[in-house]
């Protein structure tokens, strides 16, 4: 589980989180919605530890995260997977030295023992025979499944999504959202995804939190978010609904 207690951050004086304070539990996939500039990513960045709280507490389980130096995190970071929005493949390596980087990194184990690794998960994301191939090979899918297997090559205990379906048509965004959902379940991790994608929302959100204007404006379980009495959240959905059927007509 991961929780946030009353965080705050500001930029050059801006409040972008105002007293936030949620949990996430293991083992399920959680999303935090809300328009561009509401804060979603700053509070996704925060509890990452990409940013710094100016105030508040995060915690791992029941470790508080803020309250640890740089080298106390560093065990938590090896627990710590993360999907970027564009992938962030590095251009120049193929896909087995890219999914292979954090082994590299984190890990003394012996190339044998990393390229086992590399293989099982590349087989996991159904990419098998693609580990000679380069990011400019890949379509916009396969590097998205490419950023997974990265992200779970350390079989990490927690998984960080950052609009993992942006720039996927909608067929391609349901097979990278049951991936990540079937990954989380199957190796109990606690996940948690930013997305604008409210198909991701009614198919895999097991918890939902919408952030709104820098807070905490509603939560629940995708159950709930269509007879939710908030007019902030109704307007999003419908918002969301109309431009993902304005961009399925073009």
Known sequence: MIRGEHIVKSFEGRTVLDDISVSFPSGSTSLIIGRSGSGKTVLLKSLVGLHEVDSGAIYYDDVCYTSLGFAQRKAIRRDIGMIFQGGALLDSSSVEENVKLPLDLFTDQSEEEKLERVNFCLKRVRLENANRLYPAE????????????????????????????????????????????????EYDITTIINTHDMNSVMEIGHKIVFIYEGRKWWEGSKDDILRADNPELSDFVFASAMAKRARGMR
Not at 145 to 173: H, K, W
């Open 138 to 185: 890949l379509s916009g899918g396969m590097i998205k499944r490419v950023a997974i297997a990265r992200a779970i090559v350390m079989n990490p205990r927690y998984l960080f999504c950052d609009e993992p379906n942006s720039g996927l048509d909608p067929q391609t965004s349901v097979v990278i959202d049951n991936l990540i959902s079937d990954i989380t379940e």
